[in-house]
């Protein structure tokens, strides 16, 4: 899990590790800095001697978590989802999305309810009735993790090539 995190927050994201290695050793229960600092240099490719390593996290998901049971605890939005949506909820249809009351795409998981006064509002969401009313809306993925990840790969062996 520590390997995907710091490899999606710098490949994907490309984020410093430097600037996302004081939140993790917060958020990391078995923090040490004598391992810490070394793994996330380690998994951001800034150590020079090992093979890039850009985990993909849909593929990390259903490996470790065939089931979506992680899933399924630390995101409650995402509690009913079905199966074969739980680790791609953005490709769930809007007719599941309506039955198991999410909205992918929406303001990042708060609760609304729809009233006559948010109805127009809401249509472009797709929720028209009012029999819809307790919603739970899920962001959409923030990077395509596919492109940023070929991308990353392109942008240091490029490096690595003027290096060399």
Known sequence: MRAMLVSFATYNLWLDWKKIAGHL???F???EPG???PQLQMQAGTTGINAMRVYNVTKQGKDQDPNGIFIRNFCPELKDVPMEYIHEPCNMP???QRKVGVRIGGSGGNRYCITD???SSCSDLGI???SECDVTFYP???VDEKKTAKAAKDKLSAVRKQES
């Open 29 to 31: 229960l078995d923090y």
């Open 94 to 96: 809007l007719n599941v």
């Open 128 to 130: 028209n009735e009012k």
């Open 25 to 27: 050793a917060r958020v």
């Open 140 to 142: 959409s993925p923030i």
């Open 117 to 119: 006064a948010m109805a």
């Open 35 to 37: 391992i810490h600092y």
